[in-house]
T-cell receptor, first 114, second 117 residues
């Protein structure tokens, strides 16, 4: 199982771009990188997933270098409502019927200030 | 579409009592997960079902926890007897997991907050 390391907390201000980096040195060939967001008293919510290079959707971008040993979640122009815990996970989307092997770490607590 | 439903939302019990949580996944999702989330930590996978079969229960404390998913739809997680350290939020999630699907997304329910006194 690939282990991930991310900062415990980060602060930023409204309107700024926020980049959260995750290290996953032991990522396997079949593993994808997935990010989740969690607000207090709610279950985690999927943000974005990628395998290599860059992936962008309507809420975030995910940058993955060629060696895939790290990844960066980029949140453009954050607002107060982006204050949440962000989790980086690695694992295979489908491993032939077996376990997914996804493990949530402690996540990064992002605090956005006015 | 309707999301993952869980009940109850809150439960307070005394130690050594038993408790059960119910989950109804999104229609058509073959994979169902139960997680335990202790305050300040990330969710910890307890058990993963594929249809009505267990594919991972390596972190389930089997001496006190049990889970079933009859008919491959709803699922129940039970704790008997409960301990103080079982106080946590129990999250259920489901996903559409099949070969060739590259986007791996779990849909989480609101969770059940359990307090053991």
């Amino acid at each position: 199982l690939a282990k991930t390391t991310q900062p415990i907390s980060m602060d930023s201000y409204e309107g700024q771009e926020v980049n959260i980096t995750c290290s996953h040195n032991n990522i396997a060939t079949n593993d994808y990188i997935t990010w989740y967001q969690q607000f207090p008293s709610q279950g985690p919510r999927f943000i974005i997933q990628g395998y290599k290079t860059k992936v962008t959707n309507e809420v975030a971008s995910l940058f993955i270098p060629a060696d895939r040993k790290s990844s960066t979640l980029s949140l453009p122009r954050v607002s107060l409502s982006d204050t949440a815990v962000y989790y980086c996970l690695v694992g295979a989307p489908y491993s032939g019927g077996g376990a997914d092997g996804l493990t949530f770490g402690k996540g990064t607590h992002l605090i956005i200030q006015p | 579409e309707a999301g993952v439903a869980q009940s109850p939302r809150y439960k307070i019990i005394e130690k050594r009592q038993s408790v059960a949580f119910w989950c109804n996944p999104i229609s058509g999702h073959a994979t169902l997960y139960w997680y335990q989330q202790i305050l300040g930590q990330g969710p910890k996978l307890l058990i993963q079902f594929q249809n009505n079969g267990v594919v991972d229960d390596s972190q389930l404390p089997k001496d006190r926890f049990s889970a079933e998913r009859l008919k491959g739809v709803d699922s129940t997680l039970k704790i008997q007897p409960a301990k103080l350290e079982d106080s946590a939020v129990y999250l259920c999630a489901s996903s559409l997991r099949r070969p060739g699907l590259k986007i791996y997304e779990q849909y989480f329910g609101p969770g059940t907050r359990l307090t053991v006194t």
